[in-house]
């Protein structure tokens, strides 16, 4: 994986993943590879837990952060393009690039016009590779395994950049995944040729508009998108559409688990929290071992 560039979660092999999580759990249990040099986190789009996972994954392995968290008090609030915005960082001495970008393929336009890796750390509804990255490592750590497992994707199918990265993911292993969505957030061919993907790739899913758990082995929920919508009014048809709380979670197995790439709004109960079968916050621990894990392999830090 040296010097590759991750811009979608198509792009990364069964093989690719089981490394990078190979090398998480050598992370998480403290035998750190040392690595030298500079990560550009340019962060076109606001960011909290993405961008200190980044950041501390950095700083964990020997490189020295730089970039910005948001647009404001950067030239791009003047008009700067966005390849003359990296091209200053490459000239910082940056060895990698990550990026968040409100456009659609900012990042693969990037990849393909410099000579260092890209890494995508959202780019507006289309993906999140590094999330499910780091989703999938957390049903492993959870099970001990991902094959075998029913796993229901809910929420924002339409506008989410993590369902996506997510299913392509699973779908180098025999899972069976439920889309659980309204009709109007349910996947179809305008999520990118998500569904003709999945099908190519002859993976089992069924799509339902009820919120059943019974069946599951994860839950993993994703909030609606509001900023995403281009008719408010259409965003108001599904505000609200779900809701997940202890009394939902009666119903569902013993060791099942709720994961949710957070922020959460109002579409996952705090009550749920106090729960051992929510993940969630574990989840986003585990994007930090997993960042860690990938900027070793890409700056060749570990053998």
């Known amino acids: 994986m040296k010097n590759k560039s991750i811009t979608s979660a198509l792009e990364i092999s069964k093989q690719d993943a089981l490394k990078i999580f190979q090398l998480a759990d050598k992370i998480k249990m403290g035998k750190v590879p040392k690595l030298k040099g500079k990560i550009a986190l340019l962060f076109f789009e ?53 990026m968040r970008h409100p456009r659609a393929g ?15 750390a959202g780019d507006d509804s289309r993906e999140h590779p590094t999330q499910g990255l780091l989703d999938v490592y957390t049903i492993r750590e959870r099970f001990g395994k991902i094959d075998g497992l029913r796993i229901g994707i809910l929420g924002d199918l339409r506008y989410g950049r993590t369902p996506s990265s997510l299913a392509y993911l699973l779908s180098h292993w025999d899972t069976e995944l439920v889309f659980i969505a309204p009709p109007l957030l349910q996947i179809d061919k305008r999520n990118d040729g998500m569904e003709m993907i999945l099908r190519e790739r002859d993976v089992k899913y069924e799509k339902r508009e009820e919120v059943r758990v019974e069946d599951l082995d994860v839950l993993y929920v994703t909030r609606i998108q509001r900023e995403r919508f281009p008719d408010e009014r259409e965003y108001l048809k599904v505000r609200g559409a779900y809701r997940i709380t202890r009394e939902l979670l009666n119903r569902a ?51």
Not at 81 to 88: A, G, K, N, Q
Not at 106 to 120: F, S, W
Not at 294 to 302: A, N, P, Q, V
């Open 46 to 98: 606001p960011s909290t837990r993405t961008f200190f996972s980044f950041y501390s994954a950095a700083l964990l392995t020997g490189l020295t952060p730089i970039g910005f968290q948001s647009i404001e008090g950067t030239s791009v609030k003047k008009g700067e393009s966005l390849i003359d915005t990296v091209r200053m960082f490459l000239g910082y001495g940056a060895d990698c690039i990550v």
């Open 106 to 120: 900012a990042p693969l336009y990037i990849a393909e016009r410099i000579d260092k890796p890209v890494i995508n």
């Open 253 to 303: 197995k013993k060791d099942m688990i709720v994961m949710h790439p957070l922020p959460r709004v109002d579409e996952l109960s705090p009550e749920v929290d106090r729960d051992e079968r929510a993940w969630y916050f574990r989840q986003a621990e585990n994007g930090l071992y997993v960042r860690a894990a990938l900027f070793s392999l890409i700056l060749g830090g570990w053998k």
